[in-house]
């Protein structure tokens, strides 16, 4: 891989990675939908679907982050001068 990305990659690594937030968010609105339902029933308990449900999400969001940072810190971008 080379050191410097072209214009045209780094929007498609851009792109790439918009469309893998925006079908984590759809599954998360998935499970968002399910959790009012299991919220609803007496029996189950709140404290566990919460966790099963934000668990993912956080462990997900922390993968993002650290993938964007690695990124940043490997193909710093230049700020423009005002």
Known sequence: ???????NDV?????IRLTAISEM????SQALQQLVILMQMPSE????????VLAPI?????LVNQVMQDHLHDHPVALPKE
């Open 25 to 28: 968010q759809m599954k998360i």
């Open 11 to 15: 929007t498609e690594e851009y792109l």
């Open 58 to 62: 956080v462990q997900d969001m922390n």
């Open 1 to 7: 891989m080379p050191s410097e990305l072209s214009s």
């Open 45 to 52: 308990s709140v404290l566990e679907v919460l966790r099963t």
